[in-house]
């Protein structure tokens, strides 16, 4: 039996104990194209035999750039790290800039690209790099195809070669280094061994839901972040067929097509979700509206294990049938369990989703930890609202003397690439300093409270965490991102960019005489006036010294694009901050 110890061992595994038809699914040309387990090794084994006839060696890096995930993605991780080289993946969406500095840091000598659009952001850079080809996945004029590789490596006589350089890779080796595009400066190379993820991934499978053969899992966050990443090796060492969705745009069609079991999902989307179900609602009328919101007032009060008694799960019973059912079969119908990282969710959404027959296990985990650290799950009464669950096997964590969490166990990376000093900054002896704030429950639950950095005084002296603030206002359907600001100022105050999508629903709802551009309406006083009433509310839970005394709005969407945030939806504060000065002037009165 495989034993795994480095991550090309995963799919080894599962050719043993499971041998599947459909490992990997993506659609191609409308129609979704099945990979078995065997023909994923058989294509692997071919691109690390291509590999060495170009002559990789061992510790050379190689660039992969997908807009999506895909089958193709996964035959190249296991074909780079066979023979010893690292995968070093890339963020689409950065600029070509970004793309260049990655490239040129990490040294690497060729790119597999997969789409025109990434490739074209390739081409603009490719001369002050150190790359000797681009490969792309779809076919492209002028760029070589990545199944030159297959061709090249057709000859299986130099698999013994192949062989050779496996036994040759130990667990304490780099596999890949993957670049955080930090909210500020330039991307920090994150160093992750074979044994930093394998050992992550075999301790976090066991807080899934019993999955395996004939279990569907539908993914789309970025491969290219350790999250999804590691899931797909746990994925592929339970046995569960992955298949890889058209984009986040095509999520809800992909998941009626494939009715999956399981998928993972970050706070922003289950928002989004939300905002368009109760968007949705607004059109109801009569007794259906008043059923639809009877049902999520219910979910709101939703607690695990039938806390609320017997007569709240019957009531609930009759919600499922009734509402709930419908929000399943959106995406579906057999979603049974959503795994949620990379941000805070916010309770009331982990609650109503649950209580709808979709349960959220929140994770936690960074880029450095490879990723998961906690994560809940239903079985054994490991899922506490408001929690991010228990630290899984191997993993310890530490609550320092100001509140920081700081984490020891196999899964701490090797290091910053070409970084000794900020590697030195973050670790004290075998514990890394997380920066973000917690403090573990009496039960050994581990709850977020903030990040250290983020956390910020006013000129009178008091200590404000924006986050708490931002995650209150987020509740509200009239924000899509807020950004709570104060630092050295008299007062704390907000920069909101307001949700358009569904402002514009209500202007049409409410027959409100407002103009539906972005400046239109984020210099409307009616518009204004009804964010005001939504800050109020937020305001009513915080302290006098925390609460927001002014806000500006936005006239423009935050966007990866638009440089407000990082390829993982994380805010850019000092660059938006920059980006809206004449707004934050203006509510300082300079």
């Excluded at 394998?198 to 499978?205: E, K, M, P, V």
């Excluded at 899922?383 to 609550?399: L, M, N, Q, W, Y």
């Excluded at 027959?511 to 551009?517: D, I, L, P, S």
């Amino acid at each position: 039996m495989t034993e795994i110890t480095r991550l090309f061992d995963f799919p080894y595994y599962q050719l043993e104990k499971h041998n599947l038809e459909e490992a990997l699914v993506t659609k191609y040309d409308g129609e979704w194209n099945a990979t078995s387990t065997k023909e994923y090794l058989d294509k692997a084994n071919a691109v690390s035999r291509a590999l060495l006839k170009m002559g990789i060696n061992k510790n050379d890096k190689i660039a992969i750039i997908s807009t999506t995930n895909r089958t193709e993605w996964n035959i190249m991780d296991i074909g780079i790290l066979q023979v010893g080289a690292q995968n070093i993946p890339i963020y689409p969406t950065i600029c070509a800039e970004d793309y260049e500095y990655v490239l040129n840091h990490s040294e690497s000598i060729y790119c597999f690209v997969s789409d025109q659009e990434v490739y074209d952001k390739v081409k603009k850079v490719q001369g002050n790099t150190q790359l000797k080809e681009v490969y792309s996945f779809n076919h492209i004029d002028g760029c070589k195809h990545y199944s030159e590789l297959f061709e090249l490596g057709k000859d299986d006589s130099t698999q013994s070669e192949v062989e050779a350089r496996k036994d040759a890779v130990l667990p304490s080796d780099l596999a890949t280094i993957i670049y955080t595009s930090g909210t500020t400066g330039k991307p920090k190379g994150v160093m992750l061994t074979h044994n930093n993820i394998t050992s992550n991934a075999l301790d976090a499978s066991h807080r899934l839901p019993p999955i395996g053969k004939g279990t569907k899992v539908l993914s789309f966050l970025p491969i290219c972040h350790i999250f999804e990443r590691v899931l797909i090796y746990i994925y592929q060492y339970a046995g569960t067929t992955v298949y890889f969705a058209e984009g986040i745009d095509k999520i809800g069609d992909n998941a009626k097509e494939i009715k999956p079991n399981l998928m993972s999902v970050v706070p922003r989307l289950l928002e989004k979700v939300f905002d368009k179900i109760m968007a949705k609602a607004e059109d109801l009328s009569g007794i259906k509206k008043g059923l639809f919101h009877w049902a999520v007032k219910l979910g709101e009060e939703w607690e695990p294990y039938g806390k609320n008694g017997s007569w709240y799960e019957f009531k609930l019973k009759i919600a499922n049938k009734l509402i709930f059912s419908k929000w399943r079969e959106a995406l579906g119908g057999e979603l049974q369990t959503m795994v949620s990282g990379s941000a805070a969710l916010q309770p009331r959404l982990s609650r109503i989703f649950s209580a709808g027959g979709m349960k959220v296990m929140q994770g936690y985990g960074l880029t450095e930890t490879s990723p998961v650290v906690s994560v809940e799950m239903y079985a054994n009464n490991l899922f506490k609202i408001g929690t991010v669950g228990k630290p899984i096997d191997s993993v310890e964590v530490k609550i320092a003397e100001d509140g920081e969490i700081l984490i020891k166990g196999p899964n701490v990376m090797k290091g910053y690439y070409k970084d000794e000093e900020k590697t030195a900054s973050v670790m004290s002896g075998d514990y890394f300093h997380t920066g973000d704030k917690g403090e573990l429950d009496e039960d050994g639950f581990l709850k977020i409270t903030g990040r250290k950095k983020e956390m910020f005084k006013t000129s009178g002296g008091k200590y404000v965490i924006p986050t708490l603030l931002e995650n209150q206002l987020k509740q509200s359907r009239f924000i899509e991102q807020v950004m709570v600001v104060g630092e050295g100022e008299k007062m704390p105050a907000a920069l909101i960019q307001p949700n358009f999508e569904f402002i514009e629903d209500w202007i049409d709802r409410k027959e409100k005489n407002v103009g539906k551009t972005g400046e239109e309406i984020a210099n409307s006083e009616i518009i204004q006036k009804r964010i005001q009433r939504e800050v109020d509310k937020c305001n009513q839970h915080f302290g006098k010294w925390e609460q927001i005394k002014r806000f500006e709005l936005t006239p423009d969407i935050w966007s990866i694009d638009g440089g407000h945030l990082t390829p993982t939806m994380k805010m850019k504060r000092s660059v938006i901050k920059d980006i809206y000065i004449d707004l934050y002037n203006k509510i300082y009165e300079r």
